[in-house]
């Protein structure tokens, strides 16, 4: 099975702040990188696919790099709304994927 | 508009059993592949299960083969998630989501419904 790891997982930004989040792999995956955004008590929701691909309607402050075995989510100025829980998953292994512990992001 | 509904969720004591639900609309059920997904209460999320658009292929994570068992009805436009001999560990918000053909990543989630296996 492929295992996922992302760091920090947690980290304490201000409003404006440019955060950067990482995601690893335990063997290469391509592209095959996704990352969803998840606020307590709501289901998660896609914000990047394969790697660097904007999901529809996600504000383009939110940007994510990388192949093989390193990628990254960056906000490049942190919104209010951006405070939430950060996912990263890969679907190589399709149809069996799997999630990173996920990146929690609160208000310093 | 989107929407997955699930339903089904509540209390069972360890060993029973328990049927899930998910009410799909706004999109043409029968093209999608279709997973459910948990998490435990205060944890990540795991991918449970995974059925093809048309029911002939399905998957599950080792935490849940053999116990769990995914299945949809098109005409219906749902899908069904039958838990037995269900587990502690088991207890978590459970979500059906919409995967992207051939990429399994999920472009739609449901709310949610919470399973809890307690005596």
């Known amino acids: 099975d492929i295992q996922m790891t992302q760091s920090p997982s947690s980290l304490s930004a201000s409003v404006g702040d440019r955060v950067t989040i990482t995601c690893r792999a335990s063997?290469?995956?391509?592209?095959?990188l996704n990352w969803y955004q998840q606020k307590p008590g709501k289901a998660p929701k896609l914000l990047i696919y394969?790697?660097?691909s904007l999901q529809s309607g996600v504000p383009s402050r939110f940007s994510g790099s990388g192949s093989g075995t390193d990628f990254t989510l960056t906000i490049s100025s942190l919104q209010p709304e951006d405070f939430a829980t950060y996912y990263c998953?890969?679907?190589?292994?399709?149809?069996?994927?799997?999630f990173g512990p996920g990146t929690k992001v609160d208000i310093k | 508009e989107v929407q997955l509904v699930e339903s089904g969720g509540g209390l069972v004591q360890p060993g029973g059993s328990l049927r899930l639900s998910c009410a799909a609309s706004?999109?043409?059920?029968?093209?999608?592949?279709m997973n459910w997904v948990r998490q435990a209460p205060g944890k990540g999320l795991e991918w449970v299960s995974y059925i093809s658009s048309s029911g002939s292929t399905i998957y599950y994570a080792d935490s849940v083969k053999g116990r769990f068992t995914i299945s949809r009805d098109n005409a219906k436009n749902s899908l069904y998630l039958q838990m037995n001999s269900l587990r502690a560990e088991d207890t978590a918000v459970y979500y059906c989501?919409?995967?992207?053909?051939?990429?399994?990543?999920?472009?739609?989630w449901g709310q949610g419904t919470l399973v809890t296996v307690s005596s």
């Open positions: 394969a790697a660097s």
């Open positions: 989501a919409r995967g992207v053909r051939y990429s399994n990543y999920f472009d739609y």
């Open positions: 706004g999109f043409t059920f029968s093209s999608y592949e």
């Open positions: 063997q290469s995956i391509s592209s095959y």
């Open positions: 998953q890969q679907s190589y292994s399709t149809p069996r994927v799997t």
